[in-house]
């Protein structure tokens, strides 16, 4: 089913928004489209469109219209930082963007406006060519905007919410509450499995550490939940898991490793309490998940990421142990500029998800590292080399970047600027200062062929943190 098309009853709930305090049904939200889209304007040309997004009706309408309308469409936190929302307009030109009605953007004309957004059109029009299966964009790297954008599929959105409907049996009786970003995969994910079964959907962007969130949770009778590890362990520091939450039935997690004993703490709880605990293990790439946990293997299983979602498969290369998924959710490919738009299927159906893992006898399957330079951090996945590139421009310094998740390590040549970092990881990234350490060496080592030697860095942590 194309969710997209938002074929259920007029007057079946769509979501709640705590912003407004408004309740939306899928009539209204299928009226709010309209009108987005003959703001819009519709011709035969397939076009790009930037959305950024907020928790909020109307950006679930922008991002509905784009898929209607047939236009890629780029999907961004509208929290990110202005500079790298400027390089994504620079490298990509979109043909139309909705943002926040505070925002504005050179060389575009506003048309519309509606409750909590605004629709920007390019002045001069963009001749380009477009690969007419190509439905939604989402950056690499969350954090940093990356240009480098994951190229996802009408076919791909549609399995993967079929897929995640299925395995954890969402019906039209549903109220998940929005923890986490639209544009983020998981978030994206979240908007998408329950769209697709006419679910009532809790909107907001309140923090999970504020009063508010858990007011709204209460007050609207919220029945899942979705976390990143850094969320299930401030619930399991602060105890929120062992408070009154009669309507909840499900909770979901993702985003990155939470560790075992963990897991099990969170399955303990939940089994207590008469909920469902998933955990799962999912990629951009894939368009979100790629495996799954049921709670039926808890806590035998905690270390694992499960068994390959429906309707996918995992196998392990025999030569270099990297987990092979495949499935129709996998990506068409990376664009990393405009030209690679109009590129078609270039994976076809095969994801090498650069993790390394093993499966036990009974078929589950468990990661054990990692290929590629990324780190995910409080559920956000960063990519290393960017953060180093931005601090090195912002700072003047030599700076290497490494560590694990939830655990970013920063090496500096100079202590002079140790403060300037400080400041760049919050305004820039968004990090607070818990989520990295940064230390001070006498000079950034290299090997042989002049790259960054960050095995001699790990180890001088090591030493630093024993």
Not at 101 to 126: E, H, I, K, M, P
Request: with cysteine; glycine share 6%.
């Amino acid at each position: 089913m194309s969710y997209w098309l938002l074929q259920h009853p007029e007057d079946q709930i769509f979501c709640v928004d705590q912003a407004t305090g408004r309740e939306w049904t899928y009539g209204a939200l299928r009226q709010k489209v309209y009108r987005l889209k003959k703001a819009i304007g519709r011709d035969d040309a397939k076009k790009l469109a930037l959305v950024l997004c907020r928790n909020a009706p109307d950006f679930v309408a922008a991002y509905v219209a784009a898929m209607q309308l047939r236009h890629a469409v780029i999907l961004l936190d509208a929290g990110l930082a202005q500079e790298f929302v400027e390089d994504i307009v620079k490298q990509y030109a979109p043909d139309w963007i909705f943002t926040p009605s505070t925002c504005r953007f050179s060389s575009y004309q506003l048309v519309a406006n509606t409750d909590a957004g605004s629709v920007f059109l390019r002045q001069v029009a963009r001749d380009r060519s477009i690969y007419t299966g190509l439905a939604v964009l989402l950056s690499t790297s969350g954090s940093t905007g990356s240009p480098k954008l994951v190229r996802l599929s009408y076919t791909a959105l549609a399995a993967n919410a079929a897929s995640i409907s299925d395995y954890l049996r969402l019906t039209r009786q549903e109220r998940p509450i929005t923890t986490l970003p639209m544009g983020y995969s998981y978030g994206l994910s979240v908007i998408n499995s329950h769209l697709m079964v006419g679910a009532a959907i809790l909107m907001t962007d309140r923090s999970l550490i504020q009063r508010e969130f858990w007011d709204f949770f209460r007050e609207q009778g919220a029945s899942s939940f979705a976390g990143v590890p850094y969320t299930y362990q401030m619930l399991l520091t602060t105890g929120v898991l062992q408070n009154d939450l009669p309507s909840l039935r499900t909770l979901t997690q993702a985003g990155g490793r939470l560790d075992p004993p963990r897991v099990e703490q969170v399955h303990a709880i939940a089994s207590k309490r008469g909920w469902r605990f998933f955990v799962m293990y999912g990629q951009t790439e894939a368009t979100a998940r790629i495996s799954y946990l049921s709670p039926d293997y808890l806590p035998l299983k905690a270390a694992s990421i499960g068994r390959a979602i429906p309707g996918g498969s995992l196998a392990i290369d025999a030569n270099t142990s990297e987990l092979i998924y495949r499935g129709p959710n996998v990506m068409l490919g990376y664009a990393e500029c405009e030209a690679d738009l109009a590129r078609g299927d270039e994976l076809m159906g095969e994801l090498r998800t650069g993790d390394l893992a093993h499966q036990d006898a009974d078929g589950f399957f468990y990661l054990t590292g990692r290929l590629k330079r990324f780190l995910k951090i409080f559920g956000q996945r960063f990519n290393l080399d960017e953060i180093e590139i931005v601090l090195r421009r912002k700072t003047g310094e030599s700076v290497a970047c490494f560590g694990r998740d939830d655990r970013l390590t920063i090496a500096l040549d100079s202590p002079l600027k140790k403060e300037a970092v400080a400041e760049i990881m919050r305004s820039t990234f968004h990090l607070h200062h818990t989520a990295y350490r940064v230390i001070c060496v006498e000079q950034i080592p290299h090997n042989a062929r002049g790259k960054v030697d960050y095995l001699v860095l790990s180890q001088h942590e090591s030493i630093r943190s024993s």
